[in-house]
């Protein structure tokens, strides 16, 4: 199916106004709000620290989207604090997953600190957060963090697990309210959009120019938790491999577009890291591996039950 089939192109990930569907319609409105649970894949994986090591990946492919970049450049603290703005997003998002019958209120919550992200971009092209194309590309690169993640750090994902987490990321997309316009019907389609979009609508937009100048210089990014020369000394350490997974898992089509190098070299780099974690990861304590906010989720229903490889 072709990813035009439900309509995306690059005018429509970059609209000034969401329209009466952003919140909802009632030609676009979406099925009640559900929520998730330990039988479920995202509830295993979602709140697995290893997802934080993509981090570097969500933020090229979400800045080099038009609309999205100019928001967080615009809106956000993204140039002097671009570490703290994402760890203060990562448990905010993970309570859209993991907080059961308020997930819905969290989704709805986060959502609406969207409401004034709007504006004109450096090329004059208006946009809006609010935009469902647009703030579905947030949901879905996030989602996908889970694939990636699980296929490079833990097991060779099968269709099914795809599957399952499409459908789930589904589930947990209608807890924000927003409409189902942009939603592709299977695993599949969202296949195709993805190329899509990696080809034909990302760039290299300041803001994602601005973040690859950070990362070649990561001690410069102020951290909120860790006193300045104790981060200086850390930062080509903990940034060299997390910078590696995040360009080595963009598509060629994106690295090329944002002008970004990869070798074979770097390739056998990131696998044998990558090995390294998924080899040692399963010696830690569970509740080690595992995030504030999932932790809170298990103690309240049980945590997930064991993998079935």
Request: charged content about 25%; overall charge neutral; aromatic content about 10%.
């Amino acid at each position: 199916m072709a990813a035009e089939t439900f309509d995306l192109n690059p005018s429509d990930l970059n609209r000034s106004d969401p329209g009466p569907s952003a919140h909802g319609s009632p030609a676009h409105s979406s099925p009640a709000p559900d929520w998730l649970g330990p039988e479920s894949l995202s509830w295993r994986y979602s709140g697995d620290w290893r997802t934080i090591l993509l981090g570097p990946w969500v933020g090229l492919v979400q800045l080099s989207l038009p609309g999205l970049g100019a928001g967080v450049v615009e809106h956000s603290a993204f140039y002097t604090e671009p570490w703290d703005r994402f760890l203060r997003s990562v448990p905010q998002i993970a309570g859209v997953v993991y907080d059961g019958p308020r997930s819905a209120a969290e989704g709805h919550r986060i959502r609406d600190l969207h409401t004034t992200i709007k504006g004109v971009d450096d090329k004059g092209r208006r946009y809006h957060a609010l935009d469902p194309e647009v703030f579905f590309w947030a949901h879905a690169t996030i989602s996908e963090v889970v694939v990636k993640m699980i296929d490079l750090f833990d097991h060779p994902i099968t269709s099914a697990e795809k599957d399952q987490l499409f459908a789930e990321s589904v589930r947990i997309w209608r807890n924000y309210g927003m409409s189902d316009r942009p939603l592709p019907p299977n695993r599949a389609a969202l296949d195709e959009y993805f190329k899509h979009v990696y080809a034909n609508v990302l760039e290299k937009t300041p803001a994602v120019a601005e973040f690859i100048r950070l990362s070649a210089e990561p001690a410069s990014m102020a951290q909120p938790w860790l006193p300045q020369p104790v981060w200086r000394a850390l930062a080509p350490i903990v940034t060299k491999s997390m910078w590696r997974f995040g360009v080595g898992l963009l598509e060629p089509e994106t690295r090329e577009t944002l002008g970004l190098t990869w070798t074979n070299s770097d390739e056998r780099g990131l696998r044998q890291v990558a090995a390294i974690i998924r080899t040692t990861w399963p010696m830690l304590p569970r509740p080690v591996r595992y995030m504030p906010r999932a932790k809170t989720g298990f103690r309240r229903t049980g945590w997930p039950r064991p993998a079935r490889m």
